[in-house]
């Protein structure tokens, strides 16, 4: 599927790049049940387990100055979580690329959002046996958000520890990127309580796990540490890795103490919505001298110019 032979379902309208009013739908193109649609017209059921029971796994991957940023890497995920939740879609790897390019390219934007998402769908007999479910497929392009505003990435995000206990890796896989995130939600609004800008969740033996749409690193005398259990191996975080090594810094995964948090030299957060975000407050109490430290200033830069680099980007083709 080429640019020049897709039909949009419906005139798209044009790019509001001034979405300010939150009632309306963001100016972004869909893919579903094979046409490509504006978002106000992507609708599912409500029967559909997706909505229902929360039965679905996605990806997000950005784009960024018309380049898709680490795409191969985010589909892994996106396939992987298909099979552990023995879901199908009727379309090849090299399909979904072309859909997701397509939902880009027909919206117009240069820098998005994309998600591709798989739902377990609903049977036609309403069985209640998943297996009888027909999966659906949904892609979408919108405009590129960030966990943290323009402030924030300048000054540093305020984070609140809440007493939430993130799901357990024996309940949910983590490896399954999934919308259960009640316990996220719950941290969100603890942090507002007491303050703070957004949250951290724990795991179940009390330290930190990650936070709504984000994993977490603390910097000490120059190494990197993220925590390993309990969490969504996020692509960013994994960009983390690729890039310490390219610098020669020492990065490793293993448990983060809520002391090692707070007695951190420094502390970022990272996503696909956002990319590398630094954190200088946590629980009111500024990180070392509560500015943006050297070592997340230089991972940012890195991570920056990465985005034009074709061995992490793909260019789109807009019409
Ligand atoms: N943790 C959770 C729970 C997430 O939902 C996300 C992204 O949405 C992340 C971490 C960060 O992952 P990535 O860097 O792949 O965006």
Not at 47 to 64: E, I, K, R
Not at 66 to 80: P, S, T, Y
Not at 196 to 215: C, H, K, Q
């Amino acid at each position: 599927m080429t640019i020049a032979n897709i039909k949009p379902a419906a005139d798209l309208p044009a790019v509001d790049t001034e979405h300010t009013d939150p009632r309306s739908y963001p100016h972004g193109v869909a893919y579903m049940d094979g046409q490509y649609l504006p978002m106000s017209e992507a609708k599912i059921s409500v029967l559909d387990w997706g909505f229902l029971h929360s039965d679905a796994t996605y990806d997000t991957v950005h784009v960024w100055e018309g380049r898709f940023f680490r795409l191969d890497l985010h589909l892994d995920r996106f396939w992987g979580g298909m099979q552990r939740l023995r879901m199908k879609i009727p379309y090849s790897r090299e399909q979904v690329t072309d859909i997701l390019h397509n939902c880009v390219a027909l919206s117009g934007h240069k820098s998005a959002y994309v998600e591709m998402i798989c739902t377990r769908g609903g049977s036609p007999t309403f069985s209640r046996d998943p297996r009888q479910s027909e999966n659906r497929f949904i892609a979408f392009a919108v405009p590129f958000g960030s966990v943290a505003n323009k402030e924030q990435l300048e000054r540093g995000l305020h984070v609140s520890v809440s007493e939430i206990v993130r799901i357990s890796p024996k309940s949910v896989d983590p490896e399954v990127k999934n919308y259960h995130w009640l316990d996220l939600v719950k941290g969100l609004f603890d942090a507002y309580d007491a303050g703070g800008e957004t949250a951290l969740v724990l795991d179940e033996n009390g330290n930190i796990a990650e936070g709504p749409g984000f994993n977490v690193f603390v910097v000490k005398d120059g190494g990197l540490r993220t925590p390993a259990f309990g969490v969504l191996p996020g692509i960013t975080r994994r960009s983390v890795f690729d890039l310490a090594a390219e610098i020669n810094l020492k990065a490793v995964a293993e448990d983060v103490s809520r002391s090692d948090l707070s007695g951190a030299d420094e502390v970022f957060i990272t996503s696909t919505a956002g990319g590398i975000m630094p954190v200088t407050k946590v629980d009111g109490t500024p990180i070392s001298d509560g500015s943006v430290g050297p070592v997340t200033r230089r991972l940012m830069d890195h991570y920056w110019k990465k985005h034009s680099d074709p061995a992490w980007s793909t260019e789109i083709t807009y019409p």
